[in-house]
């Protein structure tokens, strides 16, 4: 499978205003060296609790936000170093889903200058023509023509995604961001809006980034999923793979809290020890290792590698330095290459 979007290294860190006394200037790290990639007509789940960087790993792949380092390449080209013009160019292919669907919408615009603004910002086709393509996009959505004229705050929280969406989908981009698309939504409407998304990738054979923290409805329609803890990834695996089988003691920690909808089946839930340490001066090692239950003499000391343990498999932990190989990232539209211990 060919990927359509590999980011390599990506860093992200933010500036920390200094005290009254100044100091030494301090940085929120907030994605430190992330490297993943996302298939044509592929779905990545990339999951975390909230506050470990994930949506603005997905910010920073759109340019929303700049870069510190790193590289991401989308269709064979480095989106990291374009200029502006090629940049606003290039974001009719990439668009974005975002979490609140109230606040992503303008409340003076209707929702056919809502839908049809991308399209008018990108100079495509007249009036008649613009107000044809947002109908289409909103038919796609299950809305109805007649909501053209409609003001966001006409509409149900349900309703409002779904313009979101189609804002999104209307100029037939090739991978589109969903920043915790159903996380504001009532449980009733989630599934509904899940549905959709899975719908739509499958008609329009789009490549989805789905952020989320919750692991159901990543597991829902993810081909693979991609753990993050505190600004780094620690484990990628097909879904089913990490869902059956999951390696790294965080991730176990994760799936151990997903609850199991049948009151006879008991589960054992695994209870991290402290708080989520802070991404302005995080631990040394292994990151995770203040929590964690399995934690050795290493882990503190030495960051752990990625490596491959099982096809397609990846896990950073040192529980398996001496399982699996060496796992680099692939050169730009490359494969996967190990490296024997």
Request: aromatic letters at 4%; glycine letters at 10%.
């Amino acid at each position: 499978m060919s990927a359509i979007l590999d980011v390599r290294n990506l860093v992200k860190h933010f500036p920390v205003r200094r005290g009254i006394l100044g100091g030494e200037r301090r940085y929120v790290r907030a994605v430190d060296g992330v490297s993943f990639t996302v298939g044509s007509q592929e779905t990545l789940g990339l999951v975390g609790e909230s506050g470990c960087g994930k949506s603005t790993v997905g910010r920073t792949i759109l340019r929303l936000l700049a870069p510190t380092s790193g590289e991401v390449w989308f269709r064979g080209r480095n989106i990291l170093a374009l200029g502006e013009e090629e940049v606003r160019s290039l974001r009719r292919e990439m668009q974005i889903v975002f979490q609140d669907p109230f606040g992503a919408l303008n409340p003076r615009l209707t929702v056919e200058q809502i839908v049809g603004e991308p399209l008018k910002n990108h100079g495509i086709g007249n009036r008649r023509e613009r107000r044809e393509k947002v109908e289409e996009a909103l038919t796609m959505v299950g809305l109805l023509p007649e909501h053209l004229k409609r003001f966001p705050h006409e509409f149900s929280g349900g309703q409002r995604q779904r313009i979101g969406i189609a804002r999104a989908l209307v100029l037939r981009p090739r991978l589109v961001v969903a920043d915790e698309p159903v996380s504001a939504l009532d449980v009733s409407v989630q599934a509904q809006v899940l549905n959709l998304i899975a719908r739509l990738q499958r008609e329009l054979r789009l490549s989805i980034m789905l952020i989320s923290h919750d692991l159901g409805v990543v597991r829902h329609i993810s081909r693979r999923v991609a753990v993050m803890y505190l600004g780094e990834i620690v484990e990628v695996a097909p879904a089913g793979d990490l869902y059956g089988n999951p390696l790294h003691p965080y991730t176990q920690a994760l799936l151990s809290a997903v609850p199991v909808p049948n009151p006879r089946l008991a589960k054992k839930r695994i209870v991290l020890a402290g708080d989520v340490p802070s991404p302005i001066d995080p631990p040394s090692g292994c990151r995770f290792h203040p929590r964690c239950p399995r934690r050795m003499e290493i882990c503190p000391v030495e960051p752990p590698k990625t490596r491959q343990v099982a096809l397609g498999h990846l896990v950073a932990c040192h529980l398996y330095d001496t399982q699996g190989e060496m796992w680099i990232p692939p050169a730009p539209g490359g494969r996967e290459s190990q490296e024997p211990m």
